[in-house]
C-alpha cells in the first residue's frame, strides 16, 4: 500500500503500475491490516482509477477488520468509495456504524 500511497500523493498516474499493483494486492489482502485496505483504497481513489475487483474485495476485506481499524482508517475508506462512486453498502453501513460507536474518538478531521 506504500508504492500506491507514494504514487497518489505525488499525483502520478501511471496505469501499468496502478494495475500491477492491484494485481499483487488482490492476492494479498488477506495479510493486509486495515491502514493498508484505507491507504489502497484511497490511492486508487485519489487518482480516480476505479478498479472494481480491487475495491470489491477491499470492501470484503474491511468488513472484518473495521473494530480494530483507527477513526482516520474509517474516514478514509468512506471518502475513498464515496469518491469513486461505488455504493457498497454492507461496507458503508459498517463504516458508519463503527463511526456511531466511536463518535466521542473521532477528531474534528474525521467527522
Not at 488482490?26 to 493498508?36: G, R
Request: proline residues 4%; aromatic residues 8%.
Amino acid at each position: 500500500s506504500n508504492l500506491a500511497w507514494a504514487l497518489a500523493r505525488l499525483k502520478m498516474t501511471d496505469d501499468t503500475l496502478m494495475a500491477a499493483i492491484a494485481s499483487a494486492a488482490l492476492h494479498k489482502l488477506a495479510e493486509f491490516a486495515p491502514q493498508n485496505l484505507s491507504n489502497t483504497a484511497w490511492s486508487f481513489a485519489t487518482l480516480a482509477l476505479l478498479d472494481e475487483p480491487l475495491m470489491a474485495a477491499i470492501a470484503s476485506q474491511a468488513l472484518f477488520r473495521l473494530p480494530v481499524a483507527s477513526c482516520q482508517d474509517l474516514a478514509n475508506m468512506a471518502w475513498s468509495f464515496a469518491t469513486l462512486r461505488i455504493e457498497n453498502w454492507p461496507l458503508l453501513d459498517a463504516i458508519s456504524s463503527e463511526s456511531l460507536a466511536r463518535i466521542n474518538e473521532l477528531a474534528t478531521q474525521n467527522l
